[in-house]
């Protein structure tokens, strides 16, 4: 079975700064989608960013850009310039096939808060 | 606007009553999911299903069932049989068809069972 570990529960950064999220996952597969996710006090789930397994440049999305490392089984997400909207739960997420289904298992998330 | 409905936002139970939270989506999307979400926990996968009339148990099934009698509506009954079934749940769904296709997420409905 596949796990994902974030293990920063909390973490914190001032505004205008850049802060990393760490992601570790273990699986055997060798194709597979790794994604982060933000919750912010609303709940609203809001995908940040993806990346496909066999891609090996890093993907990036406007201030969020994440450091995949394949053969480390590591999926760190980089926020550049953190805003006070930054502030939320983030999760990272992995899915894989299943038969014909996908399944997509996620972390216990780490609380962002960006401060002023 | 295209979305996936959860309704209600808030849900209330006595203990040993089943319960049904809706789903409902219209953006055509194949696939549909329901996740439950505790503190300090993550989103942990209760069942999902890609095709109508097909869905697959979760990591954490036990105690709930679920229906796929349409595209659009993915039913969650929760039972008196889940030992702890107050939590936040969320609906989701994705295109199913498209590896990779990342999920889009209801607001969720938060049960309380007392």
């Known amino acids: 079975a596949q796990t994902v570990t974030q293990s920063q529960p909390e973490m914190s950064v001032q505004e205008a700064e850049t802060v990393t999220l760490s992601c570790t996952y273990d699986?055997?597969?060798?194709?597979?989608?790794l994604f982060w996710y933000k919750q912010p006090p609303s709940r609203q789930m809001i995908l940040v960013i993806r990346q496909e397994a066999y891609k090996q440049q890093n993907a990036t999305e406007n201030r969020f850009s994440v450091n995949f490392q394949k053969a480390a089984k590591s999926f760190s997400l980089k926020i550049s310039d953190s805003q006070l909207g930054d502030t939320a739960m983030y999760f990272c997420a992995f899915m894989k096939h299943v038969g014909s289904n996908y399944k997509l298992t996620f972390g216990k998330g780490t609380l962002l808060t960006v401060n002023p | 606007d295209g979305g996936i409905t959860q309704s209600p936002k808030y849900l209330f139970r006595k203990e040993g009553q089943n319960v049904t939270l809706s789903c409902e989506q219209n953006?055509?999307?194949?696939?549909m999911y329901w996740y439950r979400q505790d503190p300090g926990q993550g989103l942990r996968l209760i069942y999902y299903s890609q095709i109508v009339n097909d869905f697959q148990k979760g990591d954490i099934a036990e105690g709930y069932s679920v229906s796929r009698e349409k595209k659009e509506s993915f039913p969650l009954t929760v039972t008196s049989a889940q030992k702890n079934p107050t939590a936040f749940y969320l609906c989701?769904?994705?295109?199913?068809?498209?590896?990779?296709?990342?999920?889009?997420f209801g607001n969720g409905t938060r049960l309380t069972v007392t």
């Open positions: 953006l055509n999307h194949d696939a």
């Open positions: 989701a769904s994705s295109i199913g068809t498209g590896w990779g296709s990342p999920l889009h």
């Open positions: 699986t055997s597969e060798n194709n597979y989608y």
